[in-house]
């Protein structure tokens, strides 16, 4: 098995090579404390995105991290999606929810000692390296370029996650598959890779560890489980995907991959009708409309291209046994059709 797991296990405390994506802008706290107690990684995700004050993302965040610290025992992560104003300026609920997480930390107690990672993604947050570092959170940089891999870890970034263009939600401008990102990333650096985009079962946990990666994360295989608390038939939807449902469209942050729908059709007119402030609050709207009600045809469905090779709903923690299970199965079946020949 990769050693680069073992580094990874020291860092974050986990029994299993396995993370939860993270993913919003409805909650996930629910689903974060069933992996973690599963032997995976949670990962909280912030809350809203728009049309909020500093106040309320502090509250809600530090309500959410506390919320899993008391539904699990197990270490577990948040993540923080990295946007900037034009001038170039951290977006509110970067710096908020970023300076949040720290506070936890340092203030100590159960939520700080379990709360181990903080994962920044769809952007870089340098200006925070430090004071994540000192805060004594593991940092983890989401990326989608092995140019921006060595430059987050050149900044400091204790953990990288290589995450390829099939992935779901905000994705990358310009893409990059994980079969062909992960390796290179994984190569160019001496760091935990953790490995994420089109992954679902223990083949693709085989595939990351057998290239030398820390561990797979996934978002959308975890979308499809018993505990996660979005609507059920959003859950339905993953499972009835089928071959090339998926699709590209402008995001909040950067590009998103969700599935075909009439929302889909609704953006363009959107866009052209309403402000860039009064476009971002319809679109977190429309994906919150899917997640929390359930209207899988007027809500945007973010998921990843993925969603067509999953066709159940089990609890997290059949899926982390039976992925894990896999894995170990295949690398070791794989390992004995590799034995060196023997002499003539």
Same mark, same amino acid.
Not at 144 to 170: C, F, L, P, Q
């Given at each position: ?99 949040? /997480? ?5 203030? #100590?107690?159960? +939520? @700080?000692?379990?709360? =181990?990672? &903080?994962? !920044? ?84 946990? /085989? ?5 030398? #990666?820390?561990? +797979? @994360?996934?978002?959308? =295989?975890? &979308?499809? !489980? ?119």
């Amino acid at each position: 098995m990769s050693h680069m797991w073992r580094r990874f296990q020291d860092l974050v405390g986990v029994e299993y090579p396995v993370m939860q994506d993270g993913m919003g802008p409805s909650p996930t706290t629910y689903l974060a404390a069933a992996v973690s107690a599963a032997g995976g990684l949670g990962t909280v995700s912030c809350p809203s995105i728009v049309n909020t004050s500093e106040d309320f993302l502090r509250k809600g965040f530090r309500g959410a991290i506390e919320h899993v610290a008391s539904n699990t025992d197990r270490p577990f992560a948040v993540n923080v999606p990295v946007g900037r104003t034009p001038d170039g300026e951290l977006l509110l609920v970067s710096r908020t929810c970023i300076d949040e /997480a720290i506070s936890v930390k340092r203030d #100590g107690g159960k +939520a @700080a000692e379990q709360l =181990r990672a &903080i994962v !920044t993604s769809a952007g870089f947050a340098g200006e925070f390296g430090s004071a994540i570092r000192e805060s004594g959170l593991v940092h983890m940089a989401k990326v989608g370029s092995v140019r921006h891999a060595v430059k987050a870890a050149d900044y400091g970034a204790d953990v990288i996650i290589a995450s390829g263009y099939e992935m779901g939600g905000h994705t990358h401008a310009k893409g990059v598959h994980t079969m062909v990102l992960a390796p290179q990333v994984i190569g160019a650096l001496d760091l935990p890779v953790v490995v994420s985009g089109g992954i679902c079962d223990g083949r693709g946990l /085989a595939a990351v560890l057998a290239m030398g #990666g820390a561990a +797979a @994360a996934m978002g959308t =295989r975890f &979308i499809a !489980t018993r505990e996660h608390q979005w609507h059920q038939a959003y859950k339905q939807r993953i499972v009835d995907a089928k071959e090339w449902d998926d699709v590209v469209y402008g995001g909040i942050y950067a590009p998103i991959r969700g599935l075909r729908n009439d929302a889909i059709a609704a953006l363009d007119k959107a866009r052209e009708t309403l402000s860039p402030t009064e476009f971002q609050a319809w679109e977190e709207e429309q994906i919150r409309v899917a997640q929390r009600d359930g209207d899988v045809e007027r809500g945007l469905l973010v998921a990843g291209q993925v969603s067509a090779a999953i066709h159940d709903i089990p609890t997290v923690a059949e899926l982390v046994t039976r992925i894990v299970t896999q894995a170990r199965e295949l690398l070791s079946a794989s390992a004995s059709v590799l034995k060196e020949p023997a002499c003539p």
